[in-house]
Nanobody
Framework: QLQLVESGGGLVQPGGSLRLSCAAS????????IGWFRQAPGKEREGVSC????????NYPDSVKGRFTISRDNAKNAVYLQMNSLKPEDTAVYYC?????????????????????WGQGTQVTVSS
């Protein structure tokens, strides 16, 4: 079965850190751009970060730039999201998604609905 599985979410105090992991099962991530997205209650899903298949390109919206870092380890078939200086407004369900093929990185940044695979999500709650 081809799937993505997120892990690493939890409850953290404001200013704290979490590291999310996205692992692939049944396929290799080598040729996929990978994105992290999040959805808070009552809000639309938004992009958090994208990384190209080679790892050479990354993208962050202003809301997380300087606080979040995306990375990948193709040998472990996994992508990570290091989240520092967390704020209550970062509270959401976080999803990873995989994009294959032509302009995969660009589609990750601009067209999340084009993803080939989605994970089931992991809850991140930032609260004191």
């Amino acid at each position: 079965q081809l799937q993505l599985v997120e892990s690493g979410g939890g409850l953290v105090q404001p200013g704290g850190s979490l590291r999310l992991s996205c692992a692939a099962s049944g396929f290799t991530l080598d040729y996929y751009a990978i994105g992290w997205f999040r959805q808070a209650p009552g809000k639309e899903r938004e992009g958090v970060s994208c990384i190209s298949s080679s790892g050479g390109n990354t993208n962050y919206p202003d809301s997380v730039k300087g606080r979040f870092t995306i990375s990948r380890d193709n040998a472990k078939n996994a992508v990570y999201l290091q989240m520092n200086s967390l704020k209550p407004e970062d509270t959401a369900v976080y999803y990873c998604a995989a994009f294959q093929g032509w302009l995969s990185f660009g589609r990750c940044v601009l067209s999340q609905n084009d993803a080939d695979y989605w994970g089931q999500g992991t809850q991140v709650t930032v609260s004191s």
